[in-house]
């Protein structure tokens, strides 16, 4: 069975870093693109990046560039999120998802993404 599961949320002051991991288990992460996405109470879950199956592509919300990084290690069947320059608004809950068939290019639309983990909570606060 496909499972995804978040980790390395927490709380951390504006301007601060995180790390947040998606592991996978029951499939092979490297067939599969994969998706970060967030969603706060009253709001629809948005996108936030994805790595394409290949790793040959990455995309990012205008509101990250330059401050998330997308990657993936397929020998540890995990990708990454690396959020730097954290500020308020990026409050959230954070979702990984997995689809397989974004194989050169990806788009973090929500709906494209069939297979969802848990979410784990990221606050930035002062």
């Known amino acids: 069975q496909l499972q995804l599961v978040e980790s390395g949320g927490g709380l951390v002051q504006p301007g601060g870093s995180l790390r947040l991991s998606c592991a996978a288990s029951g499939f092979t992460m490297g067939d599969y693109a994969i998706g970060w996405f967030r969603q706060v109470p009253g709001k629809e879950r948005e996108g936030v990046s994805c790595i394409s199956t290949s790793g040959f592509s990455t995309n990012y919300a205008d509101s990250v560039k330059g401050r998330f990084t997308i990657s993936r290690d397929n020998a540890k069947n995990t990708v990454y999120l690396q959020m730097n320059g954290l500020k308020p608004e990026d409050t959230a809950v954070y979702y990984c998802?997995?689809?397989?068939?974004?194989?050169?290019?990806?788009?973090?639309?929500?709906?494209?993404?069939?297979?969802w983990g848990q979410g784990t909570q990221v606050t930035v606060s002062s």
């Open positions: 998802a997995a689809d397989p068939n974004q194989y050169y290019y990806c788009s973090a639309y929500v709906f494209t993404f069939d297979s």
